[in-house]
């Protein structure tokens, strides 16, 4: 007695979602740049493009046209929380430090 043989299955494609990684890996950059005092400004960068490649990404798995949907949404979340920071810490950033102020250069 034979086996039935069975034709193979078709494989599947695997959509993976490459915008839904860059925005996390964005946000994740830009909340370390946020948290060093002098990248207020990388921070705020890094976030927004985090937020702009994570909305891509969402709509991307959202229509059926790519998958890791949920990192896409995580990678906005990081983006928003990287702009925060880094406007945070641009506004407050004094223009010049005091300890220099006082001190007299010329004489």
Known sequence: MSAAIRPPEAATPIFRNGFAT???????VGIGFG??????LLA????????LF????V??????RATDGGMAAIGVIA???AVAIGIGVMVS?????????SIDLLG
């Open 93 to 101: 950033m004094p223009d010049q430090p005091d300890s220099l102020s």
């Open 59 to 64: 709509i991307r798995a959202r229509k059926g």
């Open 35 to 40: 948290l060093s005092v002098l990248f207020g």
């Open 44 to 51: 705020t960068v890094f976030g927004a493009l985090a937020v």
């Open 22 to 28: 860059t925005a996390l890996a964005l946000g994740i």
């Open 54 to 57: 994570g909305v891509i990404g």
């Open 79 to 81: 983006g928003l929380i």
